[in-house]
């Protein structure tokens, strides 16, 4: 089984910074995937940035540029570094395990989210 506990989100002035970390334990295996998710009020949650397998990570187009997404050698930690942070920044984060199983089929941890909110 897998916990995923976020942690370093809060209130943020239009270009500001904010690291947000995501703590793992239990099963982490090699192979999982890493991500953030995040979700803004009335909208769906959305893919922000993912660790890619061969060492080439995936943003959403919107952060690409601002955000910087990391791991550990462990997966123990996973960091969203987000610079210039803009109002339509905020929303709720979602560290995410992504599993590939047998079949072709997956399954997905998720953490309880961490709020970010970008305002004057």
């Known amino acids: 089984q897998v916990q995923l506990v976020e942690s370093g989100g809060g209130l943020v002035q239009p270009g500001g910074s904010l690291r947000l970390s995501c703590a793992a334990s239990?099963?982490?295996?090699?192979?999982?995937?890493m991500g953030w998710y995040r979700q803004a009020a009335g909208k769906q949650r959305e893919l922000v940035a993912q660790i890619g397998i061969g060492g080439s990570d995936w943003y959403e187009s919107d952060v690409k540029g601002r955000f910087t997404i990391s791991e550990d050698n462990a997966k123990n930690t996973v960091s969203l570094q987000m610079y210039n942070l803009k109002p339509e920044d905020t929303a709720v984060y979602y560290c995410?395990?992504?599993?590939?199983?047998?079949?072709?089929?997956?399954?997905?941890?998720w953490g309880q989210g961490t709020q970010v909110t970008v305002s004057s």
């Open positions: 995410n395990v992504w599993r590939r199983q047998n079949g072709g089929l997956n399954i997905n941890y």
């Open positions: 239990g099963n982490i295996f090699s192979s999982d995937v």
